[in-house]
């Protein structure tokens, strides 16, 4: 297992704290079977974020690791030009239907010329933010009752635009050797 995060970054690693499958560790219920539980001596090489840009990872069935996926169980209404350009003082992002409970996550994809530090809401879950320049994917958790990701706080002359949002279960995104 060392050799499997040592290999995935110099740094520590970032997961989901997710459960082994019971099909791998059988006798253990949460939390007893959560990653951090289970690889608990593995502290130095791991991290469990609530939020994440571009690098979180969950294991696969057979134990390897796996940049996360986020199937979509909620998506951003569609927006207009970019998406969702940061507009006013407040930009809400409207989502296909409503959510409701726990461990859900939040893939944000967004566009920026420059780093913006901003405000998210998403349900019971808030984050202040600083986000790098470029085209990112921003993963956060969301819990909850709501139908819509709400961004503040942030510079008025901002260029940063939200190209898309899903909200799912964290899921290992197949690997070449899979």
């Known amino acids: 297992m060392r050799s499997t995060l040592a290999k995935a970054a110099d740094k520590p690693v970032p997961l989901v704290d997710l459960g082994i ?9 949460f939390p007893e079977n959560a990653y951090s539980h289970v690889f608990r001596h593995l502290d130095k090489d791991t991290t469990y974020p ?4 571009d690098r979180l990872f969950v294991f696969d069935d057979q134990g390897r690791l796996a940049p996360v996926g986020i199937p979509a169980t909620r998506s951003m209404q569609p927006g207009v030009g970019c998406g969702y350009p940061l507009e006013g003082e407040t930009t809400s992002i409207p989502l296909d239907g409503p959510v409701i409970g726990g461990g859900w996550w939040l893939r944000v994809s967004y566009a920026s010329p420059e780093p913006v530090d901003l ?3 998403a349900g019971d879950e808030e984050y202040d933010l600083s986000l790098p320049d470029g085209l990112h994917n921003l993963f956060v958790q969301a819990s909850g009752t709501f139908d819509e990701v709400t961004l503040s706080k942030y510079p008025a002359d901002s260029e940063f635009c939200v190209t898309g949002l899903t909200l799912g279960l964290p899921v290992p995104t197949p690997t ?3």
């Open 21 to 29: 499958p019971q099909t791998m560790l059988w006798a253990y219920r």
């Open 50 to 53: 609530r939020s994440s840009i």
């Open 119 to 121: 405000h998210l809401e």
């Open 176 to 178: 070449p050797d899979s």
